[in-house]
C-alpha cells in the first residue's frame, strides 16, 4: 500500500483516540529508510502507549507489515515502523527536546561563519 495511504490510516488513527500536534512528513529525499514519518503528541504515557496501539492496529489492517514497535515500557516516546512509515507518539517535553521536524526538515542546515583573519 502507498505510503500516502497508510498515513491517511495513521492520522486518523491518532484522531480516533485525540493526539494533537499531528505532523506528516515525506522524507523520501532525506533517507532511503523510510517515505514517511508521523508524529504526534499526547498528554499521558497511558495516552501515548495507546495512541501507538491503536495505530499499530489501524496499520494491520490496512494490509500493512509492522517491522517492530519500540518505546511502549515507558511511554514517553513510542515508534511505529511500519516499513514505508514511521509513526512517533511523543509527550510534549519530549517532542520538544527531540524537534524531530526540525531534524527531518529538508532545508539545508546553517553554518557558523568562519571569524575572517585580518
Known amino acids: 500500500?502507498?505510503?500516502?495511504k497508510l498515513a491517511k490510516i495513521a492520522v486518523t488513527a491518532l484522531e480516533d483516540i485525540k493526539a494533537h500536534d499531528i505532523t506528516v512528513l515525506d522524507v523520501r529525499k532525506l533517507t532511503a529508510i523510510t517515505d514517511t514519518l508521523v508524529i504526534a503528541s499526547a498528554d499521558s504515557n497511558r495516552q501515548v502507549r495507546a495512541?501507538?496501539?491503536?495505530?499499530?492496529?489501524?496499520?494491520?489492517?490496512?494490509?500493512?507489515?509492522?517491522?517492530?514497535?519500540?518505546?511502549?515500557?515507558?511511554?514517553?516516546?513510542?515508534?511505529?515502523?511500519?516499513?514505508?512509515?514511521?509513526?512517533?507518539?511523543?509527550?510534549?517535553?519530549?517532542?520538544?527536546?527531540?524537534?524531530?521536524?526540525e531534524l527531518w526538515s529538508a532545508r539545508p542546515p546553517r553554518r557558523a561563519k568562519a571569524a575572517s583573519a585580518a
Open 1 to 4: 500500500m502507498p505510503s500516502p
Open 51 to 101: 495512541l501507538a496501539h491503536h495505530v499499530r492496529d489501524k496499520l494491520k489492517e490496512s494490509g500493512a507489515s509492522i517491522v517492530g514497535v519500540e518505546g511502549e515500557e515507558t511511554g514517553e516516546w513510542v515508534l511505529v515502523d511500519a516499513g514505508d512509515i514511521v509513526v512517533h507518539v511523543m509527550q510534549p517535553a519530549v517532542r520538544a527536546y527531540y524537534n524531530l521536524e
